[in-house]
């Protein structure tokens, strides 16, 4: 049976004000892996960088406390974000629950972080521990908040992105929303046999309309490609024409994807059985 738990956390950065949303069950990953990954949009009217981080916490890190119907899953999360001088810009810590019978190998539940960021370097620093044995994993990601503005946003790689509808007053338990786009988080993307479609998202920064070419390639680990798709032209709208709509996204279909598919074209991240994670793929446009 597969579980997904996730939940949404702004963060305190600049001046934010911080608030938290709990969300929804997930199983994709490694079973002993804290996964953290960050994909960067630049805010216009700020001049400032807005990250979005998800971490992937391993349910079998957790002891149950309780028996029964009763039996529950804590763990404390410890996150702090530093500037390049080492100096912490914030610190926050909250407790996540998970039933018990979440913990099972592959079994994992989702953070998503959300905060702004000047220009600069950043060390975004995760710890998570449970709450009975005390046993803990760390992870640190390097952010860099754009210089100037970017063309492109980091690329962003989801197991599924749908539209947004009459009854979507709220993303669901595990989404985010961007635009007209609700897109079911997640740190690590992991392509199978029997799950190989990739949907991917990314946001344009034109002041005027403009196009671009996009091909996607899944490569195996030789570097080989299993899957590409045919180039396309990707219309931006501008933001003096249509400032709302600016995003860009697709779904890869990769029916033909074994385990060990990692993408290519700079697009991805990919890892050593078909995992791929979110990144700054846009860091060199204008970061």
């Known amino acids: 049976m597969e579980r997904h738990v996730a939940a949404l956390k702004i963060l305190a950065v600049l001046g934010m004000a911080g608030l938290t949303a709990a969300s ?27 990250v979005k981080a998800f971490i992937q916490v391993p349910a ?9 119907a009763t039996t529950q899953l804590t763990y404390v999360m410890d996150v702090r974000v530093r500037d390049s001088s080492g100096l912490e810009l ?32 950043y ?28 063309g492109l946003s980091d690329l962003l790689l989801a197991p599924k992105i749908r539209q947004v509808g009459p009854q979507d007053t709220l993303p669901a338990p ?14 690590e993307l992991r392509l199978t046999p029997l799950r190989s479609d990739a949907y991917y998202m990314f946001e344009a920064y034109t002041e005027t309309a403009d196009s671009a070419r996009l091909a996607i390639t899944v490569a195996d680990q030789k570097g080989k490609a299993v899957v590409s798709t045919p180039p396309r032209t990707v219309a931006a709208a501008g933001r003096r024409r249509c400032p709302e709509r600016r995003h860009s996204a697709g779904r890869v279909a990769g029916r033909a994807v074994p385990a060990g598919g990692q993408a290519g074209n700079q697009q ?7 995992r791929f994670r979110n990144g700054q793929h846009g860091a060199d446009h204008g970061a």
């Open 24 to 50: 929804q069950p997930h199983q994709q990953g490694a079973p002993d892996d804290l996964e953290v990954s960050a994909v960067r949009f630049y805010r216009a009217d700020a001049k400032s960088t807005q």
């Open 60 to 68: 079998m890190l957790l002891e149950p406390v309780g028996a029964g």
């Open 90 to 121: 914030v610190h926050d810590s909250w407790r996540g629950h998970l039933p018990g019978d979440a913990r099972q190998p592959g079994a994992t539940t989702l953070e998503i972080l959300e905060y702004t960021v000047a220009p600069g370097r």
């Open 123 to 150: 060390t975004l620093q995760v710890g998570v521990a449970d709450s009975v044995s005390g046993k803990r994993l760390d992870s640190e990601l390097a952010i860099e908040g754009f210089r100037t503005e970017p």
């Open 174 to 187: 595990g989404e985010i929303r961007r635009g007209d786009l609700l897109i079911t988080g997640a740190a």
């Open 268 to 274: 991805g991240d990919g890892g050593a059985d078909g």
